[in-house]
């Protein structure tokens, strides 16, 4: 009887657009879906049976948390909505390139949502912010200080530690430590020892990510410790010493570790070096402007047997194979997201969940940016991933722990409305 009522109130309430709307977007997604899945299966018959399994699930858990979350608890989730629909991009293109790391990007995007629903109950309550602010600590650097000792090389860095056939990236689980323990820590913040602390810690673990030679990593984590530091303080010259102070570190990392720079020397320079340095870019580029503005169709592109095409370089696959609208509207889904994160922080419960949300916001577009412009050439290429698009399963359940910042920053998510909000903080 309860749950008749929620969803009478949810589709039939009089002014209630904003369910219909959500109805509607739900059913244009899981279409789309459909077909994407009918693309795949139609080049996969030898795993068929196994990737319907997958495309069939993946689509059910969409409309049970739809159901429950949505109708039933008549909560927003416009954000999810954009998470599965990325996701689901992912899944279908790691299904089609590799059909055998289909179950593990499933599993990793499952996981992931668990990881987004867990701390979205957690952070409910805001008095365990500070508590476990240490803990958090404690676990991203032991999760840097583990990859270092264990982990093996990987395309030039230091990265990954291999369990039982499986790879992991802890730098990736590390992310969510970083920006709670810098949120936790500003929002708190009392004394200068307690930022003196959070400086050491941050300083350690970029300092961490240089020993494992992943400097796209390290570069992320900087730019976040700026968006924090910055949100916290608002001091341009502050921001221009410690930017000043990194390049002073890069520089010293450079003339200790002169490899380096053989990394970059094809940078801006990728068709004198057409079958060398500059070989996966140059492929990149002419295939993702083959496929126009609709695509090839998946499954239907060349770049797909370039290396790392569904990692760093799956953006270019994307505009090839479905097309350079698709390659487009991702970024700018990415870019609203960020710009909604920015809205709704204005109006969270504490400056917690502001700084938390922003930084985490700011984390998805850095990396969203190092990802595009490096294989466009605009940028050296840092190796780092396209945030829910590309093949990985410790990035995409990074993903969605970082989205729960954003979500836990939106009032709505807890039942409260934005003005009630608004008026809280301003009694403050």
Not at 4 to 15: A, H, L, Q
Not at 211 to 224: E, N, P, R, V, W
Request: glycine share 8%.
């Amino acid at each position: 009887m309860e749950t008749t009522k929620n969803t009478r109130m949810y589709f039939g309430r009089p002014g209630n657009f904003y369910g219909f709307i959500t109805f509607v977007v739900m059913i244009a997604l899981t279409a789309y879906q459909i077909i994407m899945s009918y693309l795949v299966l139609k080049q996969e018959k030898d795993d068929f049976a196994k990737l319907l399994i997958f495309f069939v699930s993946y689509m059910f858990i969409e409309w049970i948390y739809f159901i429950v979350v949505g109708v039933i608890k008549n909560r927003q989730i416009s954000l999810e909505i954009i998470a599965f629909a990325l996701s689901s991009i992912s899944l279908f293109i790691t299904a089609s390139i590799n059909p055998s790391s289909a179950l593990t990007q499933f599993a990793s995007i499952v996981l992931g949502l668990f990881v987004f629903i867990f701390m979205i109950e957690f952070m409910k309550d805001t008095t365990r912010t500070s508590f476990m602010r240490m803990p958090m600590a404690l676990a991203a650097l032991g999760l840097l200080a583990i990859t270092i000792l264990l982990a093996s090389y990987k395309n030039g860095a230091k990265n990954w530690i291999y369990i039982g056939g499986v790879s992991i990236q802890p730098s990736e689980f590390a992310k969510i430590a970083f920006v709670y323990v810098g949120a936790a820590t500003l929002d708190k913040l009392q004394s200068t020892r307690s930022l003196t602390m959070y400086v050491l810690f941050a300083v350690a673990c970029v300092g961490l990510l240089g020993l494992m030679s992943d400097f796209g990593a390290a570069l992320i984590y900087f730019a976040t410790f700026i968006i924090m530091a910055f949100m916290r303080s608002g001091d341009f010259r502050t921001i221009i010493m410690v930017c000043a102070a990194a390049l002073i570190g890069g520089i010293i990392i450079l003339t200790m570790r002169p490899y380096i720079l053989t990394r970059f020397k094809t940078y801006r320079h990728i068709w004198e070096y057409i079958d060398e340095g500059g070989f996966q870019q140059t492929r990149s580029l002419i295939y993702a402007a083959s496929g126009g503005f609709f695509g090839v169709g998946i499954g239907n592109g060349y770049l797909r047997d370039v290396f790392a095409a569904s990692e760093d370089l799956v953006f270019c696959l994307v505009c090839e194979e479905l097309g350079m609208l698709t390659g487009f509207l991702i970024l700018i889904t990415i870019a609203l997201m960020a710009l909604g994160t920015a809205y709704n922080a204005r109006y969270s419960r504490s400056s917690f969940f502001t700084i938390a949300s922003c930084a985490a916001a700011g984390m998805i577009i850095v990396q969203t940016s190092l990802n595009v412009f490096g294989v466009t050439d605009f940028i050296p290429m840092t190796g780092v991933t396209l945030p829910f698009i590309s093949q990985g399963g410790s990035s995409m359940i990074s993903c969605w722990g970082l989205l729960a910042f954003i979500k836990a920053a939106d009032a709505r998510t807890y039942g409260l409305s934005l003005s009630h909000t608004k008026e809280r903080r301003q009694l403050r």
